[in-house]
């Protein structure tokens, strides 16, 4: 992947677990393990390497605790999260542009990456200002701006329940709403690489406190009511 805007990547599938080092339970931090407990994950575990990183890097801390707050807020909506079990991974990605997965089955979402936190907040946001990723909050804002990478893989784990749920592809049901001859409308760069990567951007846009709504948004949100039985 090249060119400007496309300083990193979500990914999803064998990302999942690519962290090979050694793992502690827990990320040593009180208010981040609540935090992830608030917002619906069963256990959270952390590299050693990361551990250590939450010591050193001050910004690391509060980069965790946004990205949790955010997905706190639409797991009070979807539930997606403690229905499946899932674990919190903290640990470096594999590829040095990935910053957060999830896993197919959804039994676990691997947030951060080979970046400093720093350098997470500004790809991001750059990411957006770019088009590179949707427009899902304000790019002024920090909790904003981060808000974009949890509510991305958010969006992956509502499609997995979906189609538990209901045995529809979600990104199907959502194209037919918009008519199956057209061409899927344009969310974000990164939308583009897949039906899929289409529909994670859409819902980070859909539910970002800072995205405006479109054609695309309002046809996800009126499948996930009518087809999905879900309050949105
Ligand atoms: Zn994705």
Redesign the pocket.
Known sequence: MGGRGSTYN???GSEGQPYRGKFVTGSGHAGIDQLARNAGFSKVIVSEEYAKRLDSDKHAPQLLGAMLYNISKVERIFHVLQDNKTELVIAPARRKTTIAS?RVDNSRMQITSQMTSKDIINATRDGIKEKWFSKSGSTSKVNQVIAHVPL??YG?SVANQFHKRTGKDLTRAVRKELGYNKKLPNVSTYGERSS??WL?ETFAQAFGTGGQQSEATRALKKVLREQGGYNV
């Open positions: 979500h990914s999803s999830m991305h893989e992956h899929h990567e994670a």
